[in-house]
């Protein structure tokens, strides 16, 4: 058994069932390549660790900004609760060393990606909620996360690219809708690829592909604030 005693403490959280960690450190391509089955990946934990986290990180939020309307704390969750923060603080925790991750995956430093980072420390999240309890969860979120939970109020982070565009709409006084669009979906569970379209009313901005859903929108509204701007320099 991996000795997690060192995370454990940087995390402030003791695991009274080990395997919960071991889970959320199993990638997809571990799974797949070792024969296994798909559920013993730690997607399933994935799912409920970004439930958990948006409740927590919305709760803080609320808190801290008691004026605020649901639009200002949409727009400052979706700065904290984003592949890029879970990501920085994974590194922090140092998540990727303990990743089971395919050969493949792991030759092309996977224990480095953002994504699989940021999917690493939800699943950790929600390995600490089932072993603990929503409290305890809560307390590894508010230690780990407050940080950058307050750089984002005080707008010390980049928005991620999907919120910079849908917030460059806004100051434009909502004059065009931003919509994605999921195009093409193909490969097997462990190597997933996306296709997604953004549009500006019904006005094709930009397409990328990405190996979840979460990273085409991101690639995508990338490229499309640079075709908005260009198109719509004075807001028209």
Same mark, same amino acid.
């Given at each position: 058994?991996? #000795?997690?005693?060192? $995370?454990? &403490?940087?995390?402030?959280?003791?695991?009274?069932? *080990? /395997?919960?960690? +071991?889970? =959320?450190?199993?990638?997809?391509?571990?799974?797949?390549?070792?024969?296994?089955?798909?559920?013993?990946?730690?997607?399933?934990?994935?799912?409920?660790?970004?439930?958990?986290?948006?409740?927590?990180?919305?709760?803080?939020?609320?808190?801290?900004?008691?004026?605020? #309307?649901?639009?200002? $704390?949409? &727009?400052?969750?979706?700065?904290?609760?984003?592949? *890029? /923060?879970?990501? +920085?603080? =994974?590194?922090?925790?140092?998540?990727?060393?303990?990743?089971?991750?395919?050969?493949?995956?792991?030759?092309?430093?996977?224990?480095?990606?953002?994504?699989?980072?940021?999917?690493?420390?939800?699943?950790?999240?929600?390995?600490?909620?089932?072993?603990?309890?929503?409290?305890?969860?809560?307390?590894?979120?508010?230690?780990?996360?407050?940080?950058?939970?307050?750089?984002?109020?005080?707008?010390?982070?980049?928005?991620?690219?999907?919120?910079?565009?849908?917030?460059?709409?806004?100051?434009?006084?909502?004059?065009?809708?931003?919509?994605?669009?999921?195009?093409?979906?193909?490969?097997?569970?462990?190597?997933?690829?996306?296709?997604?379209?953004?549009?500006?009313?019904?006005?094709?901005?930009?397409?990328?592909?990405?190996?979840?859903?979460?990273?085409?929108?991101?690639?995508?509204?990338?490229?499309?604030?640079?075709?908005?701007?260009?198109?719509?320099?004075?807001?028209?």
């Amino acid at each position: 058994m991996t #000795d997690y005693s060192s $995370l454990e &403490k940087d995390l402030g959280y003791t695991f009274n069932d *080990k /395997s919960l960690l +071991e889970t =959320a450190f199993t990638h997809t391509t571990y799974v797949f390549e070792t024969g296994r089955g798909h559920w013993e990946s730690n997607q399933r934990l994935e799912f409920i660790g970004d439930a958990v986290l948006d409740v927590v990180v919305g709760q803080m939020l609320y808190e801290l900004k008691p004026q605020a #309307d649901e639009g200002y $704390l949409s &727009k400052m969750r979706s700065v904290a609760v984003c592949e *890029k /923060s879970f990501a +920085e603080v =994974a590194r922090k925790l140092h998540l990727g060393d303990y990743l089971l991750l395919g050969k493949g995956e792991a030759q092309s430093n996977g224990n480095d990606k953002d994504s699989t980072l940021a999917d690493c420390f939800e699943s950790v999240i929600a390995a600490v909620y089932f072993d603990g309890g929503f409290e305890q969860a809560k307390k590894c979120i508010l230690k780990n996360l407050t940080e950058t939970v307050q750089k984002a109020v005080n707008g010390e982070i980049f928005l991620d690219y999907k919120s910079k565009l849908l917030e460059l709409a806004q100051t434009r006084g909502f004059q065009h809708k931003i919509r994605f669009e999921v195009t093409g979906e193909r490969g097997p569970a462990h190597m997933k690829e996306f296709d997604v379209c953004v549009y500006s009313d019904e006005e094709l901005l930009a397409t990328a592909t990405g190996h979840s859903k979460k990273d085409a929108e991101q690639k995508c509204a990338e490229k499309g604030i640079k075709a908005y701007m260009r198109l719509y320099p004075e807001g028209r």
